[in-house]
């Protein structure tokens, strides 16, 4: 996986626990760097003498300098080393953009909605802006999730959208430990959905709906969405929290002879059939793509060209992708005695 050296140009703290990184990035890579909103960033830098990486969302439009927001996370090796020592001028490795949670190709007289919580609302950040400066007639509704005011990412910047397009975009606050003045109490459950979808935004035909946040809303979400008759096709979701492993179908004893394809490489070696396939790659040094290591971004998938495997669980590659082959190396379990894993031929 190649990283370029980035140098962070600003830092600006968004809340207590958030920090927005402003990335310089040089002319020359300006092309690799172009990117779609909704698209992420995987970041590497060595903390302590380790390896560590980690996926954020760009929150940045394409006109504006590349950023994205870390939100530090309890026992978050990374997070907490952003938020409390990187400061401006210095550099961390920056992968090219990946992703697939997008707008459409054409956004001109388009309605949308998001259902954002927490730093969900990074993405959803760089589609506002998109959808705001690039048409004259969309409209944005985005309904926020947080604790409190206080710990709202970007909540100032967006009441300033708010104020620049009153007839074009739209927010809905949503708090789980205050009650504010023209905001719901509690958080984005099925009743705040139901009621922006059938009550207060009733008239708008929305195109596409996005959704951003930890596993269970996402869930609870796209079901309310579905009996609100929300075409499955026009719902798009990325997780940034996921549950815990779920239970896989077969028994895992014994060993596979594994072959990996990589960057025109070839390798092979031995590894426990209980072992996620990314781990053991890993463990023999072989420089495999990786990010979240959670099954929520697609930075390991691959393609199975020989052999069998299963995935503990996936939110990312959809039925067609899973019929060709491909499977996230980071959830993969492996079926059959012999595997071969194709990075190249993704």
Do not use: W
């Not at 007839?167 to 003045?181: A, D, G, W």
């Amino acid at each position: 996986m190649k990283f370029h050296t980035l140098q962070i140009q600003h830092i600006n703290r968004q809340t207590d626990k958030a920090v927005e990184l402003i990335f310089k990035v040089p002319e020359d890579l300006r092309s690799e760097f172009s990117y779609q909103p909704g698209q992420y960033l995987t970041l590497q830098t060595s903390i302590e003498g380790e390896d560590v990486r980690r996926s954020y969302s760009i929150s940045s439009s394409p006109d504006e300098a590349l950023s994205v927001v870390v939100k530090a996370i309890d026992q978050g090796v990374f997070s907490n080393y952003v938020n409390t020592q990187l400061k401006p001028g210095d550099s961390l490795g920056v992968h090219v953009p990946e992703g697939n949670f997008t707008l459409p190709e054409e956004i001109e007289d388009k309605q949308f909605i998001a259902f954002a919580a927490g730093s969900g609302i990074t993405p959803i950040m760089s589609m506002i802006k998109s959808v705001l400066k690039q048409s004259s007639r969309s409209k944005f509704v985005l309904v926020y999730g947080n604790k409190s005011p206080k710990s709202s990412i970007y909540l100032q910047e967006l009441l300033t959208f708010q104020q620049s397009y009153p007839e074009r975009f739209f927010i809905e606050s949503v708090y789980s430990e205050t009650k504010e003045n023209n905001a719901q109490f509690g958080r984005i459950e099925t009743p705040t959905i139901n009621y922006v979808i059938k009550n207060k935004y009733a008239n708008f035909n929305f195109n596409q709906v996005y959704l951003c946040g930890p596993e269970p809303m996402i869930n609870n979400a796209i079901k309310v969405l579905k009996e609100q008759e929300i075409p499955e096709e026009n719902i798009n979701f990325e997780l940034f929290f996921s549950a815990e492993d779920a239970e896989v179908s077969q028994n895992h004893d014994g060993q596979t002879q594994v072959k990996v394809i990589l960057d025109d490489e070839e390798f092979e070696f031995s590894m426990p059939k209980d072992q996620k396939i990314l781990d053991a790659i890993l463990a023999q040094d072989i420089d495999a793509p990786y990010s979240c290591q959670g099954g929520i971004c697609s930075s390991c998938v691959a393609k199975i060209t020989e052999g069998k495997a299963e995935m503990i669980k996936n939110q990312i590659l959809t039925d067609e992708d899973t019929a060709e082959g491909l499977i996230l190396t980071c959830q993969g379990l492996p079926l059959s005695e012999n595997l071969t894993i194709d990075y190249d031929d993704v």
